[in-house]
């Protein structure tokens, strides 16, 4: 059984910086893609951006140039540095993953609250 644990989220001002961490727990496959998505209340899920064969990368419009995703060093593991933080980047985050490269995320962490306020 692959847990993803996410850990990093938490309030901060505008303008601040927060790393989001994530590693898979239980027996490791070695995916082919992880990503974040986040929800605010009210909205939809989207997917905030993601890291594949572990080169290539995608990020939404709206964080491009704030948020950078890369691997933590460590098979099954991904990280999200989100700077410039905005208060409508408050949103609960969750990491997924997927096996390979035509399959959905099958995996998904718990999820882990953001919150940017003054």
């Known amino acids: 059984q692959v847990q993803l644990v996410e850990s990093g989220g938490g309030l901060v001002q505008p303008g601040g910086s927060l790393r989001l961490s994530c590693a898979a727990s239980g027996n490791r496959i070695g995916f082919y893609g992880m990503g974040w998505f986040r929800q605010a209340p009210g909205k939809r899920r989207e997917l905030v951006a993601s890291?594949?064969?572990?080169?290539?990368?995608y990020y939404a419009d709206s964080v491009k140039g704030r948020f950078t995703i890369a691997d933590d060093g460590a098979q099954d593991t991904v990280s999200l540095q989100m700077n410039r933080l905005k208060p409508e980047d408050t949103a609960v985050y969750y990491c997924a993953a997927k096996p390979s490269q035509f399959r959905p995320y099958d995996y998904w962490g718990q999820g882990t609250q953001v919150t940017v306020s003054s």
């Open positions: 890291l594949a064969a572990d080169t290539i990368t």
